[in-house]
């Protein structure tokens, strides 16, 4: 497509539960970061792949969050025993530009996860 | 270590008029970057504009200008003949060293355009 898509748009799931969040960068795109955003707050780094590898993932809060970009393109964040405190908007956004260059960074709609 | 203060919670214009939106940043990198992206309603993060550090001059697009104070760490935003369209909530970030995809964003600003 021609924006960065994330699916599912809304996901409600216990407490306790094992959630994923899909992240699809623009084709080409070789840096996808993970960003948070709780309820009237900005969005939070979580975590930036460069190609496969995690170049940063400073921002992740815990052990039971984890991302994966196997293939370079497609990204996964998995957050596992997911609690009440993990509802928030996650965001994924995709740049072009490698490391050491200014670059317009494009977002996705973002996945909105409740924890009841 | 990037911090992003944006002290206006709300801000209202009138259609036509200019608007500014405030900002303050703090940061221990020599290099860095100053953005501004708008989020209208439908969540998503709309890039506006970008000020690096080293830039002499203010940066501009289109309708936003980007007023870069370097001594008084501040890049305000200036929006000018506001539209209705811009009503949103609009976030200042910045980056630093290398790594300008790793932004620190402020808690925002909500902008109503009024007609």
């Known amino acids: 497509g021609a924006g960065v898509s994330q699916t599912p748009s809304n996901k409600v799931t216990e407490k306790g539960k094992y959630v994923e969040l899909r992240c699809d960068p623009i084709s080409g795109h070789t840096a996808l970061y993970w960003y948070r955003q709780s309820l009237g707050q900005g969005p939070e780094f979580l975590i930036y792949?460069?190609?496969?590898?995690?170049?940063?993932d400073s921002g992740l809060p815990n052990d039971r969050f984890f991302a994966v970009r196997p293939e370079g393109s497609v990204s996964t964040l998995k957050i596992q025993r997911t609690e009440r405190g993990d509802s928030a908007v996650y965001l994924c956004a995709s740049s072009a530009m490698t490391g050491g260059d200014t670059g317009e960074l494009f977002f996705g709609e973002g996945s909105r996860l409740t924890v009841l | 270590a990037q911090k992003i203060t944006q002290t206006q919670p709300g801000m209202f214009v009138q259609e036509k008029e200019a608007v500014t939106l405030d900002c303050t940043y703090d940061t221990s990198d020599q290099s860095y970057g100053l953005f501004w992206y708008k989020q209208p309603s439908s969540g998503e993060m709309i890039f506006l504009i970008y000020q690096g550090s080293y830039d002499e001059q203010n940066a501009t697009e289109g309708r936003y200008s980007l007023n870069f104070q370097k001594a008084r760490k501040s890049a305000n935003l200036v929006i000018s003949a506001s539209q209705l369209g811009d009503s949103a909530m609009y976030f200042c970030a910045n980056a630093g060293g290398t790594s300008y995809g790793k932004l620190t964003f402020g808690q925002g600003t909500i902008l109503t355009v009024h007609p």
């Open positions: 792949f460069q190609g496969t590898g995690a170049a940063d």
